[in-house]
Structure formats: structure tokens, C-alpha cells
């Protein structure tokens, strides 16, 4: 029998490029379940309910995690962030290949719920352009860029976890090995 789709963890330092990497990825392969996580974070200016995330109040977040419906959840940067469980299982269970954005966190307690989930870890070519980038972006005020930077530094130093690493110099370079890690896992679950 076929094994289950890959379930792939992406994780990274904050403005590491991640989400464009990803978004890249899904261009070339718009079959991939993405998981739109839970979040006690105010939306940004141009984020949408249901797209980017699942904007709940610390009351609903709870009420969810307490009913199992999380495969997991941690808190970030001060906010409580969780995964719905039903959606990766059902994407998972139709052979879709899925993918969640987690902090490290999010990653390792996913890997512990399924240990042949798929950690990748995306990095930028250096932390002073991970600053950099992080200021640019322009989102953050000063109290969340330097809790950032600082958080940053750290997932960085425990990137031993992760099964694959990709540098994101060039995003078409990075989301090309994204995909190339994604067909790797496709092929050997046939
Ligand atoms: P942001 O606030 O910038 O959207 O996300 C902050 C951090 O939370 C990022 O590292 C992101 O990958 C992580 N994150 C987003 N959703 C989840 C989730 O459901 N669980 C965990 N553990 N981390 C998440």
C-alpha cells in the first residue's frame, strides 16, 4: 500500500524569506495543502482571515486547543499560535502533499506527533541580512523587531534538527530546492 503524502514542516528566522520562498514553491505547485495556521496575532495591514492565518481571540484559541483540534501550538513572540489538526489530515489522507509554516517549536512537536513529517529549515545567507530584511519589511515596531532579531539568532543555532537546510539567497534558487525536497519525498512514498 502506499504510504501517506509527505507532511513538510518549513521553518525559519523571521524575514528569512520564508513566506516568499513558499509562496514561489506554490506557484510551481499549486496542488500542495498549505496549512493556514490559528493565531492570537492582530492581522497586519494586507493580511486576510483565512488565507494568511485564522484570526481568533485568546478565548477562541483556547477553546480549540482544548478540544484537541490543534496537532500542535506554542507560543511566539508573545501570541499563541496553533495548527488545526482536520484539514493536514484530510489534504494527507487524499494523497495531497502538505505544508505548515511553524517556528521550531511548532516543528519538533509536529515531528514528535509524526515522526516522518519533513523539517526544512530556510535561512538567509547572513543575520545582518536577516536584519536587514526584517527592518525593511517594515512591519514590525521596534519592541517586536528586536524580539525578532533576538529569537532569530537562536532558531538559527538549533537548525541541528532539521532535516534539510536551504539558503535563501536567490528565492528562485531556494524554492527550487524546496521543490526538489518536496518530489524527493513524493517519490519515495509511492
Ligand atoms: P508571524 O507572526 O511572523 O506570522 O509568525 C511568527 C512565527 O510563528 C513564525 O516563525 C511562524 O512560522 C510561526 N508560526 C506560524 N503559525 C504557527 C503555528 O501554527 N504553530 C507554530 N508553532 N508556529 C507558527
Given amino acids: 500500500m502506499a504510504k501517506p503524502a509527505p507532511l513538510i514542516v518549513v521553518s525559519g528566522p523571521s524575514g528569512a524569506g ?6 514561489r514553491l506554490l506557484e510551481m505547485r499549486p496542488d ?14 494586507g493580511e486576510r482571515h483565512g ?6 481571540s485568546t478565548q477562541r484559541f483556547l477553546a480549540m486547543r482544548d478540544r484537541g483540534e490543534f496537532l500542535e501550538w506554542a507560543e511566539v513572540y ?3 499560535y496553533g495548527t488545526p489538526r482536520a484539514p493536514i489530515e484530510t489534504a494527507l489522507s487524499q494523497g495531497r502533499t502538505a505544508l505548515a509554516e511553524l517556528d521550531i517549536q511548532g516543528a519538533q512537536a509536529t515531528k514528535r506527533a509524526k515522526p516522518d513529517a519533513v523539517l526544512v529549515f ?9 536584519v536587514l530584511r526584517l527592518r525593511g519589511r517594515g ?3 521596534a519592541e517586536s523587531l528586536s524580539r525578532r532579531v533576538k529569537a ?10 532539521y532535516d ?11 524554492a527550487g530546492e524546496l521543490l526538489r525536497i518536496l518530489e524527493e519525498q513524493e517519490k519515495a512514498r509511492r
Fill in 18 to 23: 520564508k513566506g516568499t520562498v513558499v509562496k
Fill in 32 to 45: 500542495v495543502f498549505v496549512s493556514v495556521s490559528a493565531t492570537t496575532r492582530p492581522a497586519r495591514s
Fill in 51 to 56: 488565507t494568511d492565518y485564522l484570526f481568533v
Fill in 78 to 80: 508573545g501570541n499563541l
Fill in 122 to 130: 530556510i535561512e538567509p545567507p547572513s543575520l545582518e541580512d536577516l
Fill in 139 to 141: 512591519t514590525e515596531d
Fill in 152 to 161: 532569530s539568532y537562536e532558531e538559527v543555532k538549533a537548525k541541528g534538527v
Fill in 164 to 174: 534539510h537546510i536551504v539558503v535563501n539567497s536567490v528565492v528562485e534558487t531556494a
